[in-house]
Protein backbone atom coordinates (compact mmCIF):
# COMPACT_ATOMS: atom_id res chain seq x y z
CA UNK A 1 0.00 0.00 0.00
CA UNK A 2 1.83 3.56 -1.03
CA UNK A 3 2.52 5.97 1.94
CA UNK A 4 -0.19 8.12 1.83
CA UNK A 5 -2.76 5.68 1.57
CA UNK A 6 -1.41 4.39 4.96
CA UNK A 7 -1.48 7.94 6.21
CA UNK A 8 -4.79 7.89 5.04
CA UNK A 9 -5.80 5.18 7.32
CA UNK A 10 -5.48 7.67 10.72
CA UNK A 11 -8.18 9.61 9.22
CA UNK A 12 -10.24 6.48 8.08
CA UNK A 13 -9.91 5.24 11.36
CA UNK A 14 -10.57 8.40 13.63
CA UNK A 15 -13.73 8.89 11.90
CA UNK A 16 -15.13 5.81 12.06
CA UNK A 17 -14.85 5.71 15.93
CA UNK A 18 -16.34 9.06 16.55
CA UNK A 19 -19.08 7.71 14.60
CA UNK A 20 -19.55 4.92 16.14
CA UNK A 21 -19.46 6.69 19.33
CA UNK A 22 -22.97 7.46 21.13
CA UNK A 23 -23.02 10.41 23.18
CA UNK A 24 -24.78 8.45 26.36
CA UNK A 25 -21.25 6.26 26.41
CA UNK A 26 -19.50 8.98 27.32
CA UNK A 27 -22.08 10.67 29.58
CA UNK A 28 -22.77 13.47 26.91
CA UNK A 29 -26.77 14.92 26.66
CA UNK A 30 -27.83 13.45 23.11
CA UNK A 31 -29.63 16.79 22.45
CA UNK A 32 -31.96 17.16 19.06
CA UNK A 33 -30.69 17.66 15.21
CA UNK A 34 -28.06 14.95 15.44
CA UNK A 35 -28.02 14.51 11.37
CA UNK A 36 -25.21 12.28 11.51
CA UNK A 37 -24.22 9.12 13.85
CA UNK A 38 -22.14 9.13 16.06
CA UNK A 39 -20.43 11.69 18.19
CA UNK A 40 -19.81 15.45 17.02
CA UNK A 41 -16.19 16.42 16.13
CA UNK A 42 -16.68 19.52 18.88
CA UNK A 43 -17.78 17.06 21.66
CA UNK A 44 -14.69 14.61 20.66
CA UNK A 45 -12.40 17.65 20.23
CA UNK A 46 -13.30 19.18 23.82
CA UNK A 47 -12.68 15.46 25.59
CA UNK A 48 -9.20 15.74 23.65
CA UNK A 49 -8.24 19.06 24.53
CA UNK A 50 -7.52 19.78 20.78
CA UNK A 51 -9.04 22.27 18.50
CA UNK A 52 -12.30 21.83 16.37
CA UNK A 53 -9.96 23.03 13.24
CA UNK A 54 -7.43 20.15 14.43
CA UNK A 55 -9.39 17.35 14.30
CA UNK A 56 -10.75 18.35 11.00
CA UNK A 57 -7.41 18.44 9.55
CA UNK A 58 -6.70 14.95 11.29
CA UNK A 59 -10.07 13.57 9.93
CA UNK A 60 -9.24 15.04 6.54
CA UNK A 61 -6.09 13.54 6.44
CA UNK A 62 -4.32 17.12 6.13
CA UNK A 63 -2.38 16.75 9.35
CA UNK A 64 -0.60 12.83 9.18
CA UNK A 65 1.51 13.14 11.61
CA UNK A 66 0.08 13.73 15.10
CA UNK A 67 2.20 13.85 18.60
CA UNK A 68 1.66 10.69 20.86
CA UNK A 69 0.28 13.36 23.27
CA UNK A 70 -2.73 14.08 20.95
CA UNK A 71 -3.00 10.22 19.81
CA UNK A 72 -3.29 9.30 23.50
CA UNK A 73 -5.62 12.00 24.35
CA UNK A 74 -8.14 11.22 21.52
CA UNK A 75 -7.67 7.34 21.91
CA UNK A 76 -8.93 8.32 25.72
CA UNK A 77 -11.41 10.45 24.38
CA UNK A 78 -13.08 8.43 22.19
CA UNK A 79 -12.44 5.13 25.08
CA UNK A 80 -10.80 3.15 22.14
CA UNK A 81 -9.80 -0.91 23.56
CA UNK A 82 -6.66 -1.77 24.08
CA UNK A 83 -6.65 -3.25 20.59
CA UNK A 84 -7.59 -0.31 19.00
CA UNK A 85 -5.20 1.88 20.86
CA UNK A 86 -2.15 -0.23 19.96
CA UNK A 87 -3.71 -0.02 16.17
CA UNK A 88 -3.53 3.16 16.40
CA UNK A 89 -0.74 3.64 17.57
CA UNK A 90 1.07 1.81 14.69
CA UNK A 91 -0.28 3.37 12.26
CA UNK A 92 0.81 6.63 13.35
CA UNK A 93 4.31 5.11 13.01
CA UNK A 94 4.09 3.87 10.12
CA UNK A 95 2.70 7.46 8.87
CA UNK A 96 5.99 8.93 10.35
CA UNK A 97 8.05 7.31 7.78
CA UNK A 98 7.36 4.95 5.55
CA UNK A 99 10.85 3.07 6.46
CA UNK A 100 9.31 2.10 9.73
CA UNK A 101 6.84 -0.67 8.01
CA UNK A 102 8.07 -3.91 8.10
CA UNK A 103 9.68 -5.84 5.60
CA UNK A 104 7.95 -8.54 3.02
CA UNK A 105 8.20 -12.50 4.21
CA UNK A 106 11.13 -13.72 2.66
CA UNK A 107 10.27 -17.14 1.20
CA UNK A 108 11.37 -19.49 3.85
CA UNK A 109 9.55 -17.70 6.15
CA UNK A 110 6.72 -18.79 4.73
CA UNK A 111 7.08 -22.40 5.87
CA UNK A 112 6.51 -24.13 8.83
CA UNK A 113 9.38 -25.13 11.09
CA UNK A 114 9.93 -28.91 11.60
CA UNK A 115 9.53 -28.46 15.52
CA UNK A 116 6.12 -26.44 14.89
CA UNK A 117 5.55 -29.47 12.47
CA UNK A 118 5.74 -32.07 15.28
CA UNK A 119 3.91 -30.27 17.98
CA UNK A 120 0.62 -29.95 15.84
CA UNK A 121 0.95 -33.79 14.88
CA UNK A 122 1.64 -34.36 18.45
CA UNK A 123 -1.52 -32.79 19.22
CA UNK A 124 -4.15 -35.23 17.66
CA UNK A 125 -6.36 -36.08 18.48
CA UNK A 126 -7.12 -32.65 19.06
CA UNK A 127 -7.61 -30.69 15.63
CA UNK A 128 -4.98 -28.17 15.12
CA UNK A 129 -3.24 -25.77 12.18
CA UNK A 130 -1.27 -23.02 11.39
CA UNK A 131 -2.16 -19.70 10.16
CA UNK A 132 -0.24 -17.44 8.57
CA UNK A 133 -1.12 -13.27 9.00
CA UNK A 134 -3.35 -13.14 6.34
CA UNK A 135 -5.42 -16.20 6.56
CA UNK A 136 -3.35 -19.13 5.21
CA UNK A 137 -3.74 -22.51 6.45
CA UNK A 138 0.51 -23.51 6.44
CA UNK A 139 -0.03 -26.77 8.54
CA UNK A 140 -2.23 -28.88 9.95
CA UNK A 141 -2.62 -32.32 11.54
CA UNK A 142 -4.59 -34.84 10.56
CA UNK A 143 -8.20 -34.96 12.53
CA UNK A 144 -8.70 -31.01 11.41
CA UNK A 145 -7.97 -32.26 7.99
CA UNK A 146 -10.59 -34.81 8.30
CA UNK A 147 -13.12 -32.48 10.51
CA UNK A 148 -13.03 -29.48 7.74
CA UNK A 149 -12.43 -31.34 4.60
CA UNK A 150 -16.24 -31.99 4.38
CA UNK A 151 -16.58 -28.15 4.36
CA UNK A 152 -14.81 -27.37 1.42
CA UNK A 153 -12.05 -25.58 3.10
CA UNK A 154 -9.34 -28.17 1.75
CA UNK A 155 -10.35 -27.40 -1.39
CA UNK A 156 -8.31 -24.88 -2.91
CA UNK A 157 -4.44 -25.33 -3.71
CA UNK A 158 -3.63 -23.34 -0.87
CA UNK A 159 -6.41 -22.98 1.37
CA UNK A 160 -7.34 -19.57 3.34
CA UNK A 161 -9.71 -18.72 5.74
CA UNK A 162 -10.74 -15.49 5.06
CA UNK A 163 -11.31 -16.50 1.65
CA UNK A 164 -13.33 -19.63 2.20
CA UNK A 165 -15.62 -17.64 4.89
CA UNK A 166 -16.23 -14.72 2.33
CA UNK A 167 -16.32 -15.93 -1.31
CA UNK A 168 -17.03 -19.82 -0.76
CA UNK A 169 -21.14 -20.15 -1.06
CA UNK A 170 -20.91 -23.29 1.44
CA UNK A 171 -19.55 -20.89 3.91
CA UNK A 172 -22.85 -19.57 5.20
CA UNK A 173 -24.39 -22.67 5.91
CA UNK A 174 -21.22 -24.00 7.68
CA UNK A 175 -20.79 -21.38 10.11
CA UNK A 176 -24.18 -20.50 12.02
CA UNK A 177 -22.70 -17.11 13.08
CA UNK A 178 -21.49 -16.20 9.53
CA UNK A 179 -21.81 -12.66 10.46
CA UNK A 180 -19.35 -12.40 13.58
CA UNK A 181 -17.17 -15.05 12.01
CA UNK A 182 -16.87 -12.81 8.61
CA UNK A 183 -16.39 -9.76 11.50
CA UNK A 184 -13.06 -11.78 13.11
CA UNK A 185 -12.09 -12.39 9.48
CA UNK A 186 -11.91 -8.92 8.53
CA UNK A 187 -10.81 -7.92 11.94
CA UNK A 188 -7.31 -10.26 11.57
CA UNK A 189 -6.47 -9.14 8.43
CA UNK A 190 -6.85 -5.50 9.19
CA UNK A 191 -3.99 -6.15 11.82
CA UNK A 192 -1.86 -8.36 9.42
CA UNK A 193 -1.91 -5.33 6.94
CA UNK A 194 -0.39 -3.19 9.68
CA UNK A 195 2.65 -5.47 8.87
CA UNK A 196 2.17 -7.64 5.92
CA UNK A 197 0.37 -5.17 3.45
CA UNK A 198 3.39 -5.07 0.64
CA UNK A 199 3.78 -8.46 0.96
CA UNK A 200 2.93 -10.64 -2.60
CA UNK A 201 -0.11 -12.73 -1.08
CA UNK A 202 -1.04 -10.31 1.28
CA UNK A 203 -1.94 -7.43 -0.84
CA UNK A 204 -3.99 -9.55 -4.04
CA UNK A 205 -5.88 -11.07 -1.30
CA UNK A 206 -7.07 -7.81 0.35
CA UNK A 207 -7.80 -6.65 -3.48
CA UNK A 208 -9.61 -10.06 -3.96
CA UNK A 209 -11.80 -9.76 -1.43
CA UNK A 210 -12.68 -6.29 -1.59
CA UNK A 211 -14.72 -6.98 -4.93
CA UNK A 212 -16.92 -8.59 -2.32
CA UNK A 213 -19.21 -5.89 -0.72
CA UNK A 214 -19.81 -7.93 2.82
CA UNK A 215 -15.56 -7.67 2.76
CA UNK A 216 -15.95 -3.91 1.58
CA UNK A 217 -17.76 -2.45 3.91
CA UNK A 218 -16.21 -4.08 6.79
CA UNK A 219 -12.93 -3.12 5.61
CA UNK A 220 -14.08 0.38 5.59
CA UNK A 221 -14.96 0.24 9.45
CA UNK A 222 -11.28 -0.44 10.39
CA UNK A 223 -12.75 -2.95 12.80
CA UNK A 224 -9.27 -4.44 14.52
CA UNK A 225 -9.35 -7.18 17.31
CA UNK A 226 -6.92 -9.35 18.80
CA UNK A 227 -9.08 -12.49 19.59
CA UNK A 228 -6.97 -15.19 20.65
CA UNK A 229 -9.28 -17.09 22.74
CA UNK A 230 -13.45 -17.78 22.13
CA UNK A 231 -16.13 -20.37 20.86
CA UNK A 232 -17.39 -20.59 17.34
CA UNK A 233 -20.31 -23.19 15.77
CA UNK A 234 -19.93 -25.36 13.30
CA UNK A 235 -23.00 -27.04 11.15
CA UNK A 236 -21.07 -29.69 9.83
CA UNK A 237 -22.77 -31.98 6.88
CA UNK A 238 -21.70 -35.49 8.82
CA UNK A 239 -20.97 -34.56 12.49
CA UNK A 240 -23.94 -32.58 12.58
CA UNK A 241 -24.21 -28.98 14.76
CA UNK A 242 -20.96 -28.52 16.44
CA UNK A 243 -19.56 -25.98 18.98
CA UNK A 244 -15.98 -25.56 19.58
CA UNK A 245 -13.35 -23.74 21.54
CA UNK A 246 -10.54 -22.37 19.89
CA UNK A 247 -6.88 -21.17 21.45
CA UNK A 248 -4.88 -19.53 18.51
CA UNK A 249 -1.22 -18.83 19.98
CA UNK A 250 1.24 -16.67 18.69
CA UNK A 251 4.44 -18.24 17.46
CA UNK A 252 7.57 -16.88 18.23
CA UNK A 253 9.54 -16.30 14.74
CA UNK A 254 9.32 -13.13 12.58
CA UNK A 255 6.58 -14.78 10.25
CA UNK A 256 3.80 -14.20 12.93
CA UNK A 257 2.29 -17.56 12.44
CA UNK A 258 -0.49 -18.61 14.30
CA UNK A 259 -0.89 -21.68 16.09
CA UNK A 260 -4.74 -22.48 16.68
CA UNK A 261 -6.08 -25.33 18.62
CA UNK A 262 -9.85 -26.24 18.68
CA UNK A 263 -11.67 -28.30 21.49
CA UNK A 264 -14.85 -29.50 22.01
CA UNK A 265 -17.16 -27.20 23.75
CA UNK A 266 -20.07 -29.43 24.61
CA UNK A 267 -20.96 -33.24 24.86
CA UNK A 268 -22.39 -33.46 21.25
CA UNK A 269 -18.86 -32.20 20.21
CA UNK A 270 -16.45 -34.18 22.39
CA UNK A 271 -18.40 -37.84 20.71
CA UNK A 272 -17.88 -35.97 17.78
CA UNK A 273 -14.38 -35.28 18.09
CA UNK A 274 -13.66 -39.18 18.92
CA UNK A 275 -14.66 -40.39 15.68
CA UNK A 276 -11.86 -38.18 13.96
CA UNK A 277 -8.72 -40.10 16.14
CA UNK A 278 -7.05 -42.36 13.72
CA UNK A 279 -7.79 -46.27 14.62
CA UNK A 280 -4.27 -47.23 16.46
CA UNK A 281 -2.82 -49.96 14.80
CA UNK A 282 -2.45 -53.23 16.49
CA UNK A 283 0.99 -53.74 18.58
CA UNK A 284 2.04 -56.87 19.07
CA UNK A 285 2.45 -58.55 22.52
CA UNK A 286 6.12 -59.51 21.96
CA UNK A 287 7.15 -55.68 21.57
CA UNK A 288 5.25 -54.69 24.80
CA UNK A 289 7.31 -53.77 27.44
CA UNK A 290 6.30 -54.12 31.17
CA UNK A 291 6.50 -51.35 33.49
CA UNK A 292 6.30 -51.63 37.34
Known amino acids: MLSDERRREIADFLKTRRMRRQPEELGLPRG ?93 PTPAFVLAPWGDVLAANEPWEALVAPLGVLEPEQPNLARFTFLDPRARATYPDWEAVADVRVSELRGADLRWGRDALMAPLVTELLAEPEFARRWSEHAVTDDRRGETRLAHPDLGALRIA ?47
Open 246 to 292: YEVLLLSDAADQRLVTWLPADARTVAAFETLAPTPEPVSPAVLRVVG
Open 32 to 124: RRRRTPGLRREEVAALAGVSIDYLVRLEQGRDTRPSAAVLSALSDALQLTEEEHRHLAVLATIAAGPEMCPRTFAAAERDVPATVLAIVSSLA
